[in-house]
C-alpha cells in the first residue's frame, strides 16, 4: 500500500490541481450559474465519470509502461515538473481572468445534455492524461505492491477530492461570484497560494528519484 504520508502528498496536489481554473470548472460554474444547481450537479456526474474513464486508461498503460520502456519514470518525472511549472505561470501571470467571470447566459438543455458534455469536456481535455500520466509515477513503487491497484488508488483518491471540490464551488457557485466580485483581493490570495504550492510540488517533482 501506498504510505500514508506519500498519500497526504498527492491528496494536497490534487486538491491545488482540483481548484486550478480549467475547462472543467468553467463549464460547471457556467452551468450552474446559467441553469442552476440541479443542471451543475447533472453536468458534474458527468465529468466524473469522465475522470473514470481516465483513471482505468492511465492505470492499464502505467503499469505497461513502467515495466517496459527504459527511463520512462524520468521522462514522465520531467513532463510532470514542466506541467506544474506551467500551470503555476498560468496561475501567477498578471490580468489572470476571475474563474467566476463565465458566461451566465447558456441555453437551457436537458439532463442527458449536460451529462453528455460534461463526460466529454473531462474525457477530451488532454490535461487531465497529463496529470495522471506525469504525477502518478511519483508516488507509485513497486515495492508497495501492485502498480494497478497503486494507481487506482490514487485515481480514486483524486477523483474524490475533485467531486467534493466542484461540488461545493456548485453548490455556493452565485456567493461566491458576488464575494470575489466585491472583494478582488481574496482572488490575488488564491492566485499566489495556488501559484506557490504548484512551484513547490514541481520541484519536489523534478528532485524525487526513480523507484
Same mark, same amino acid.
Given at each position: ?31 450552474? =450559474? ?18 473514470l @474513464? ?7 498503460? =502505467? ?12 521522462? =514522465? ?11 503555476? @505561470? ?29 463526460f ?9 492524461a497529463? @496529470?495522471?500520466?506525469s =504525477? ?26 475533485? @467531486? ?48
Open positions: 500500500m501506498i504510505p500514508f504520508q506519500a498519500l497526504l502528498l498527492f491528496a494536497l496536489a490534487a486538491l491545488i490541481l482540483a481548484i486550478t481554473p480549467g475547462p472543467n470548472m468553467v463549464y460547471l460554474i457556467s452551468r450552474t =450559474l446559467s441553469q442552476g444547481q440541479k443542471a451543475g450537479l447533472i453536468s458534474l456526474l458527468g465529468v466524473i465519470i469522465g475522470f @474513464f481516465h483513471i482505468v486508461l492511465v492505470s492499464f498503460g =502505467l503499469t505497461a509502461v513502467l515495466f517496459t520502456i527504459p527511463y520512462a519514470y524520468t521522462v =514522465l518525472k520531467w513532463t510532470g515538473a514542466l506541467y506544474l511549472v506551467y500551470l503555476a @505561470f498560468q496561475a501567477l501571470k498578471p490580468n489572470g481572468k476571475n474563474i467566476f467571470a463565465v458566461e451566465q447566459t447558456l441555453k437551457v438543455d436537458a439532463p442527458s445534455k449536460l451529462f453528455s458534455i460534461g466529454l469536456t473531462n474525457v477530451l481535455n488532454p490535461k487531465v497529463v @496529470f495522471y500520466l =504525477l502518478f509515477p511519483q508516488f507509485i513503487k513497486p515495492a508497495y505492491g501492485s502498480i494497478f491497484f497503486q494507481s487506482l488508488t490514487l485515481g480514486t483518491t483524486q477523483l474524490v477530492i475533485s @467531486f467534493l471540490t466542484n461540488l461545493l464551488i456548485i453548490l455556493f457557485a452565485a456567493k461566491l461570484a458576488s464575494f470575489f466580485q466585491k472583494q478582488p483581493f481574496w482572488l490575488k490570495i488564491q492566485k499566489w497560494f495556488m501559484g506557490s504550492i504548484l512551484l513547490f510540488l514541481a520541484v519536489k517533482m523534478a528532485l524525487s528519484k526513480a523507484k
